[in-house]
């Protein structure tokens, strides 16, 4: 059995009555993967932040990161293919298009929320002062709306299930 049927069963497992009459099964499936990839993406932030890039600006000699953006910026590759493998087959595993053409659109589509995590983490941490992790998850939790409409209606669009 694959990883993506073992962890689509497992989900599954927890899909009951109180929660099957008010969610779709796909949406369920959507909102559990994103809720993987968003745990995921804390925990990478919080090392990353914390041990990598060490709470130290960068000065790249044409602009200065910051030590919240340098560790989006090197926690997104991670979470990108994450998020896309367990969208492509596990939450919209029926779509009819290419993978190709998933992949191009899903990366369309988290370009805006990659935006929205961006405006948001500058805002909360330098204008609202808020620590960079929780301004991180915060961030990430607005975005969950935009993205799950770009993946129904844009990058995954067709999905039967």
């Avoid at 709470?55 to 293919?81: K, N, Q, W, Y």
Wanted: aromatic share 18%.
């Amino acid at each position: 059995m694959r990883l993506a049927e073992r962890i689509t069963r497992l989900l599954d497992l927890f899909y009951l009555r109180p929660v099957a009459a008010v969610i779709p099964l796909q949406t369920y499936r959507y909102a559990c993967c994103g809720g993987i990839n968003m745990v995921l993406d804390a925990v990478w932030y919080f090392v990353l932040y914390h041990y990598i890039v060490a709470e130290r600006f960068f000065d790249l000699g044409v602009v200065v990161i910051s030590p919240h953006i340098a560790s989006m910026c090197l926690v997104f590759p991670i979470t990108f293919f994450n998020g896309f493998w367990l969208n492509r087959y596990v939450a919209f595993r029926h779509s009819p298009l290419s993978g190709g053409t998933q992949l191009l659109r899903y990366a369309l589509s988290i370009a805006g929320s990659l935006a929205l995590t961006y405006i948001g983490l500058k805002f909360f941490v330098e204008v609202c002062h808020f620590w960079p992790t929780p301004s991180k998850v915060l961030t990430t939790i607005l975005t969950v709306i935009y993205s799950y409409l770009a993946a129904k209606y844009f990058t995954f669009r067709g999905c039967t299930e």
